[in-house]
């Protein structure tokens, strides 16, 4: 059993950065990749960013990359984003995953979610 939970939302303007954390509880977290995904008002759940079990590869949404950056540290089981030049059309509710496939641009296998936190990002 692992239970997450995403903190590091908040109000930013246009070409601001903030950083998102997901700490996890339960002894299998480094067995899992991670992921981060988004839902904006009206639209379905989309995938931003994962990594895999051990740190060493990372997938990017086409729309982030570059921009983004996900990261973990299996020692503090807590999995990052660190999201800069930040548009209004990042604004959404951003939900830590674990999973146990991960593609070039997707993590599936979702077995735990995380309660979400509120990204808004004014022009």
């Known amino acids: 059993q692992v239970q997450l939970v995403d903190t590091g939302g908040g109000l930013v303007q246009a070409g601001g950065s903030l950083r998102l954390s997901c700490a996890a509880s339960?002894?299998?977290?480094?067995?899992?990749?991670m992921g981060w995904f988004r839902q904006a008002p009206g639209k379905e759940r989309e995938f931003v960013a994962a990594i895999n079990w051990s740190g060493e590869s990372t997938s990017y949404a086409d729309s982030v990359k570059g921009r983004f950056t996900i990261s973990r540290d299996n020692a503090k089981n807590t999995v990052y984003l660190q999201m800069n030049s930040l548009k209004p059309e990042d604004t959404a509710v951003y939900y830590c995953?674990?999973?146990?496939?991960?593609?070039?641009?997707?993590?599936?296998?979702?077995?735990?979610w995380g309660q979400g936190t509120q990204v808004t990002v004014s022009s």
């Open positions: 339960g002894r299998t977290f480094s067995s899992y990749h």
């Open positions: 995953a674990a999973g146990r496939v991960k593609t070039a641009q997707a993590l599936h296998g979702i077995d735990y």
